[in-house]
């Protein structure tokens, strides 16, 4: 089983959608999760970082964490063309070292 | 700003070629690493160190070494390169703990 599922889309959206980007974790005792954003030739940038259950907001970006179902979302409001990327999540295992693990990342295509 | 950069964007290497990535960091990091991003399977660790002269194995050390003799450059080496290791390769490095990873921008590494 891999430490951390993401369903890798491509996801199309409208401008203007709400967006949900989905991951699965299968290790309880990951604590800090994250989320990257990668454009295309780039190389990835984080977006949001967080270490517990909630959620946390940035701007048009909500990420949401729930320990209790090893499960953890990304949503966008707004969505813009500009938001059309690749997006990761990302856990640090720290029983292994702090070993930053990623899913296999979500094509997003906004369309204006 | 933080500063990763890798060596070459793109490169053409034959089979059984011994290939060295280079990668060097700005920010007095403790932390780095190397991974591999291929389509559907996202970012694979390869392997990583969290200090000079210490290295751990990732999730797909074979075929791959790494070398780490000064805290700002970590090189990855394909000892002999095969086809299969064609794929984008992502150095990325961030401080001891629970930090986020800075990524450079990548090399394209094609093996022919």
């Known amino acids: 089983q891999k430490e951390v599922e993401q369903d890798p889309g491509p996801l199309s959206v409208p401008e203007g959608a709400i967006v949900s980007l989905n991951c699965t974790y299968s290790?309880?005792?990951?604590?800090?999760f994250m989320w990257y954003r990668q454009y295309s030739r780039k190389g990835p940038e984080l977006l949001m970082y967080t270490y517990s259950s909630g959620n946390k907001e940035d701007g048009r970006f909500t990420a949401q964490v729930d320990k209790s179902s090893k499960y953890i979302s990304l949503f966008i409001r707004d969505s813009q063309p500009s938001d059309s990327a690749t997006y990761l999540c990302?856990?640090?295992?720290?029983?292994?070292?702090?070993?930053?693990?990623f899913g296999a990342g979500t094509i997003l295509r906004v369309k204006s | 700003d933080v500063k990763v950069t890798q060596s070459s964007r793109y490169l053409v290497k034959r089979t059984g070629e011994k290939v060295f990535l280079e990668c060097v960091q700005d920010?007095?990091?403790?932390?780095m690493f190397w991974y591999r991003q291929d389509p559907g399977l996202g970012l694979r660790l390869i392997y990583f160190s969290y200090d000079v002269k210490m290295k751990e194995k990732g999730d797909i050390p074979e075929g791959y070494s790494v070398s780490r003799e000064k805290k700002e450059r970590f090189s990855l080496i394909l000892e002999s390169a095969s086809t299969n290791q064609t794929s984008m390769y992502l150095c990325a490095s961030g401080y001891g703990g629970n930090t986020e990873a800075f990524f450079g921008q990548g090399t394209r590494l094609t093996v022919v």
């Open positions: 290790n309880s005792a990951f604590q800090y």
């Open positions: 920010m007095d990091h403790e932390n």
């Open positions: 990302a856990i640090i295992n720290m029983e292994y070292g702090n070993k930053l693990v």
